[in-house]
């Protein structure tokens, strides 16, 4: 199986920062990954697909970039509405696996 | 409304079975793949099984394939689970999720949830 690592496991930034979230796939995946968004008592919500295809709807303050087996997911000026947590998929090869889940605070 | 409304979760005793269903509306269901994904209370995401849109083509992960099922019958837009054998560690809330294309993944519609506990 496909093993997703992200990093970091938990980050606090200020509102306006600029923050990243990375994922490592055990093997290389193509750009067969998306991010998701999950806040608080809610079901999860694509954000990125194909690596970096903005989801429709989606603010343009997030962005994804990366093929192959690195990858990352960029909010270019942190708002109080991204208190989230964040997972990355591959759905290059089943199983289908998620990444453990980044959770952003806002100081 | 495009939207899946999940049902059937609740208390079930260790060893026993549940079915959970998926109701689907607002986009053409038989043209997309459909998954099931669970999430432990305080923990990750966890892909259970995809199925593509003709229902001819199931998936799953080793840690629960022979115990869980999913199937779907596109007359009633509506997908299911059906998951045996439950234990302890089965207990989450459980999503339905709508794949961007028939069997490729990037889920762009999620249910609301139904939370299965398996206790005792």
């Known amino acids: 199986d496909i093993q997703m690592t992200q990093s970091p496991s938990t980050l606090s930034a200020s509102v306006g920062d600029r923050v990243t979230i990375t994922c490592r796939a055990s093997q290389s995946i193509s750009t067969w990954l998306a991010w998701y968004q999950q806040k608080p008592g809610t079901a999860p919500k694509l954000l990125i697909y194909k690596a970096s295809s903005l989801e429709s709807g989606v603010p343009s303050r997030f962005s994804g970039s990366g093929s192959g087996s690195d990858f990352t997911l960029t909010i270019s000026s942190l708002q109080p509405d991204d208190l989230a947590s964040y997972y990355c998929?591959?759905?290059?090869?089943?199983?289908?696996?998620f990444g453990q889940g980044t959770k952003v605070e806002i100081k | 409304e495009v939207q899946l409304l999940e049902s059937g979760g609740g208390l079930e005793q260790p060893g026993g079975s549940l079915r959970l269903s998926c109701a689907a509306s607002?986009?053409?269901?038989?043209?997309?793949?459909m998954s099931w994904v669970r999430q432990a209370p305080g923990k990750g995401l966890e892909w259970l099984s995809a199925i593509s849109g003709s229902g001819g083509s199931t998936y799953y992960p080793d840690s629960v394939r022979g115990r869980f099922t999913i199937s779907r019958d596109n007359s009633k837009n509506t997908l299911y689970l059906q998951m045996k054998s439950l234990r302890a560690e089965d207990t989450a809330i459980y999503y339905c999720a709508k794949d961007q294309d028939d069997l490729v993944g990037g889920f762009d519609l999620w249910g609301r949830g139904t939370l299965v506990t398996v206790s005792s």
């Open positions: 607002g986009f053409t269901f038989s043209n997309y793949g």
């Open positions: 998929q591959q759905y290059n090869f089943y199983p289908w696996t």
